[in-house]
Every structure is written in C-alpha cells, then in structure tokens.
Nanobody
Framework: VQLQASGGGLVQAWGSLSLSCAAS????????MGWFRQAPGKEREFVAA????????YYVNSVKGRFTISRDNAKNTVYLQMTSLKPEDTAVYYC????????????????????WGQGTQVTVSS
C-alpha cells in the first residue's frame, strides 16, 4: 500500500494551499480517509476525515470553516483544501486510510490509521 501526499509548501498567512494524497495497492473506496498533522515538538493530531463515499466529513474544531476534505474514488485520491491559513497550521501533513470514522467526540482518531502516507510539509509564514 502506498499513500503519496503532495502539495505542501510555503504560504503566507491567510493564503491557501491544496494537498492531494494518491493511493495505490488498496481498494480505495473501501476505506474512510483522513488527514493528520504534526507540528514540531507536538504530537500528531487529527485534522479531517471523510467517509467511503464522501457523504460525511469530520473536522477538528481549529480548522472548521477553513479546511475542506474531499475524495475522488475514480482517481483513488483524497484532497485537503486549506484556506485562511494561520502560522499555527504549520506542520507535516499526513494522509491515512482509516479503520474507523465518526464524530470526533466518539471516535479515537489517535489509533484510527490503518495505512499512512509519508507526509508533506506545510509552512505558513506570518
């Protein structure tokens, strides 16, 4: 299984960036997908998740209204559109095929990743 994340880079605060994650070696439509991030010196945190068909999405509160997760099952790709970026969004962003999905309050996303991508760096300058 390979999850190839791309699209990271350097952007100014309030700018936008779009991440992609291309999956291979798995039946993509069988997995809910998620994005996570890890900032320097911090633990990895859940960012967003999307169900198998894309009908439901979940976000950490800090990105609601700014980030949008989507997927294209025909292209085996999941996306994360990020707008109004803040310096605190700076992190390495990882995509993952998930074991479980659901509301943040009832889902342990810390242990939800089944397969992980290699990460792409997002740096937001102030």
């Amino acid at each position: 299984v390979q999850l190839q994340a791309s699209g990271g880079g350097l952007v100014q605060a309030w700018g936008s960036l779009s991440l992609s994650c291309a999956a291979s070696g798995l039946t993509f439509r069988d997995y809910p997908m998620g994005w996570f991030r890890q900032a320097p010196g911090k633990e990895r945190e859940f960012v967003a998740a999307i169900t198998w068909s894309g009908g439901m999405t979940y976000y950490v509160n800090s990105v609601k209204g700014r980030f949008t997760i989507s997927r294209d099952n025909a292209k085996n790709t999941v996306y994360l559109q990020m707008t109004s970026l803040k310096p605190e969004d700076t992190a390495v962003y990882y995509c993952a095929a998930l074991r479980v999905i659901g509301p943040i309050t009832t889902t342990d996303y810390n242990s939800s990743g089944r397969y992980w991508g290699q990460g792409t760096q997002v740096t937001v300058s102030s």
